[in-house]
């Protein structure tokens, strides 16, 4: 007998053993984890077929946070005081009939509070909205508050940079939050030349070890902006330049919002709530609160949703929003991996003669993702789903719009990340005339568009059916 082959040997043996052992041991705990089973079985799959990349895989982006309370009862509670005390004095506030339950879901599953007399002004280029925001801070007199999860280092970045400073120096508070992934890449230098203009800014879930493993895969994807608690901003665009000048292969097209009147106090809440839980610093002063005069006729609910709780409250939105559509429901989302319920909900309204359209990008910022929302398309034009592909460049709008009355728009793209991993944060509006206009835009870009039907699609070469397929299975963890 070779001792010393046999000797050799034992490292390798002992290696292949603990990794089968903790291979095991991590598909235990995703089982008992009780999760979503189609996640689940996407998860073993890794495991199983690709050990150790797979287990590095799950240690960073894998692990179950559900469990962990950010906030607790008493401190939540005394955020909300003023904004609850705001939404008790409203006088017979009007309900839309229809989306009672869809309030009522958002009051309990996410304390997102109801706020009438609200005024929406929308933006469908980034130059647009980039005015806009500009023109607000400008007249900025006691706070603001700001938060993306890109603050690019260029020319559109360095715009908002400077008037930030120099509003810090003019004695307005500036709170800034950012995204530690979403901003990887830019120089430390360019928020330490904020910081030393008495800018507080402070980032999201640094990816530093040794957090890096507990915080990489859950990330503020929100895009807030409160000026002096009486004008904000949400959708779904960043601070970066291709927002206002585009791509090499065309615009780059989103959608977003600009809110005055009392629903503000459910944006200052959402970004206050995001300030203590990476300062620690809670913010419940009631200079933050002012009271709001009437500036419309919008209803709003601030809906901030994230992968901490029992609930994923936006999505329970959405699918409830798709359940109460009569005449139409029409999304666009830059990237659609739909969990098993929202398909259902998509499938089941076209199904039974609602007017369900979806608009997607022809091409996406990245292959892999692109590949995994086209193996979704076939089951959306089986139900009768209109697809349309739009052409004219990358569409990264986040809007949804029904029966002329229910709008949203915010950060929340439909896909697994958005429902399950992010902290996102959307604004849902009941009023006609928002609706309304919400349609005219997405008709407007539908003329950008191609509309895709079952039989084109089936025509397909086998090889790009395949790729998308196998791709398919790994959308749970995209």
Same mark, same amino acid.
């Given at each position: 007998m070779d001792w010393t082959a046999l000797i050799n040997q034992v490292p390798g043996i002992v290696f292949e053993l603990l990794l089968s052992v903790t291979i095991i041991g991590a598909i235990i705990i995703i089982i008992l984890d009780n999760r979503n089973p189609v996640k689940s079985l996407a998860w073993i799959l890794v495991l199983v077929f690709l050990p150790l990349v797979g287990l590095l895989l799950y240690?960073?982006?894998?692990?179950d946070t559900r469990r962990i309370r950010i906030i607790n009862k008493k401190t939540y509670g005394r955020m909300l005081q003023k904004p609850m005390a705001e939404y008790l004095a409203q006088q017979e506030t009007f309900l839309p009939h229809n989306y009672g339950r869809l309030i009522s879901l958002f009051r309990n599953n996410s304390k997102a509070l109801p706020f009438d007399g609200n005024s929406v002004a929308i933006y469908t280029t980034g130059t647009e909205m980039l005015d806009s925001l500009l023109h607000q801070l400008e007249r900025a007199t006691k706070h603001i508050h700001l938060q993306f999860y890109i603050f690019e280092d260029d020319p559109v970045g360095r715009q908002v940079k400077e008037v930030l400073m120099r509003k810090a120096k003019q004695g307005v508070e500036v709170r800034v939050l950012y995204d530690d992934v979403g901003c990887l890449h830019v120089p430390n230098d360019f928020f330490q030349e904020m910081r030393d203009a008495s800018v507080e800014v402070s980032e999201f879930l640094e990816v530093r070890f040794p957090r890096f493993a507990s915080g990489v895969n859950y990330r503020n994807h929100r895009k807030i902006v409160v000026i002096d608690g009486s004008v904000g901003f949400i959708g779904g665009m960043n601070l970066a330049n291709r927002y206002v000048n585009g791509v090499e292969w065309g615009v780059w097209r989103d959608t977003h919002i600009m809110i005055q009147g009392k629903a503000i106090h459910g944006l200052q809440t959402t970004f206050l709530l995001d300030w203590y839980f990476v300062t620690g610093t809670l913010l419940t002063d009631g200079r933050y609160f002012?009271?709001?005069e009437v500036?419309?006729?919008?209803?709003?609910?601030?809906?901030?949703?994230?992968?901490?709780?029992?609930?994923r409250e936006i999505m329970q939105g959405l699918t409830t929003s798709i359940a109460l559509a009569k005449r139409y429901f029409y999304i666009q989302t830059p990237y659609f991996m739909p969990t098993e319920s929202v398909r259902m909900a998509l499938t089941t309204a076209a199904v039974s003669g609602v007017d369900v359209r979806l608009m997607i990008p022809r091409k996406a910022d990245s292959w892999l993702v692109s590949k995994a929302s086209y193996s979704y398309i076939? !089951? =959306? @034009?089986?139900a009768g789903v209109k697809v349309y592909f739009y052409e004219k460049g990358f569409l990264?709008?986040?809007?949804?719009?029904?029966? !002329? =009355? @229910?709008s949203s728009v915010g950060s929340t793209n439909i896909d697994f990340r958005s429902f399950e991993h992010n902290f996102e944060a959307n604004a849902f509006i009941y009023d006609e005339e928002t609706a309304m206009k919400m349609c005219e835009i997405f008709l407007v870009d539908q003329h950008e568009c191609t509309q895709i039907t079952l039989k084109q699609w089936k025509k397909r070469p086998w090889y790009s059916k395949f790729v998308e397929s196998v791709v398919r299975l790994l959308s749970p963890l995209l």
């Open positions: 240690y960073f982006f894998g692990r002012p009271t709001q500036c419309g006729d919008s209803l709003i609910q601030v809906v901030a949703s994230s992968p901490v709780g029992p609930w076939r !089951d =959306m @034009l089986q990264h709008s986040k809007l949804w719009v029904s029966d !002329d =009355m @229910l």
